[in-house]
């Protein structure tokens, strides 16, 4: 997980909230909606505290901090999401599945998330200017970057004639995007002769 680029995008949405919320005499909320376990956030948590102390920001102190977790479970990370909203935090931080629930139910709490393809989820109107109220980390860029990447692996392996390509079952985006990345795969073989 790239800690930094994350973090820093949470700094700059919960910078505009730290000083209202210290405008009106109270310390900032952020809810982290985990989909999986606590004890199965490990890295990815880990990494967000550490961030958060790197900011000067210690639960309890100068800021709330509320983790909520799915267990694995998509009707309890949907009621958490629910609550999540209802309490009106400053920000939510939505790990994974949670944008596509908490995102569905505010386009007012600023939302930080390190997820697949925001564009294709319908989340942001491009990854130069998203706009609305979701902001963060895309660890799948599009098309544009996925035919990049394969053009570097037909390049490093050209002898290659298959690609395999792994992603979660629940992705809601995956479908459509492995069908473009097969498609793209095609396309540079064909131009090399290879198929």
Not at 17 to 23: C, I, S
Not at 80 to 91: G, T
Not at 114 to 123: K, N, P, R, S
């Amino acid at each position: 997980m790239r800690r930094r680029e994350f973090i820093v995008a949470f700094a700059g949405a919960l910078a505009g909230a730290a000083r209202l919320a210290a405008a009106q005499g109270r310390v900032p909320h952020v809810v982290v909606l985990w989909f999986g376990t606590a004890e199965s956030g490990g890295e990815a948590i880990n990494g967000f505290q550490a961030g958060l102390r790197d900011f000067g920001y210690e639960n309890g102190r100068n800021i709330q901090v509320d983790y909520d977790y799915g267990n694995n479970n998509q009707a309890r990370l949907a009621k958490l999401s629910a609550a999540a909203v209802a309490a009106q935090p400053d920000v939510i931080v939505a790990f994974g599945p949670g944008i596509y629930l908490v995102g569905k139910l505010t386009r007012t709490i600023p939302i930080v998330t390190l997820t697949g393809d925001l564009v294709a989820m319908g989340f942001a109107a491009s990854l130069a200017r998203p706009g609305g109220n979701v902001t963060g980390m895309t660890v799948w860029t599009g098309p544009e970057i996925a035919e990049k990447w394969l053009q570097l692996l037909v390049e490093i392996v050209p002898q290659a004639r298959r690609v395999g390509m792994l992603r979660r079952r629940m992705a809601r985006s995956g479908h459509q995007s492995c069908e473009r990345r097969q498609q793209t795969f095609e396309r540079r073989h064909r131009r090399r002769g290879g198929m």
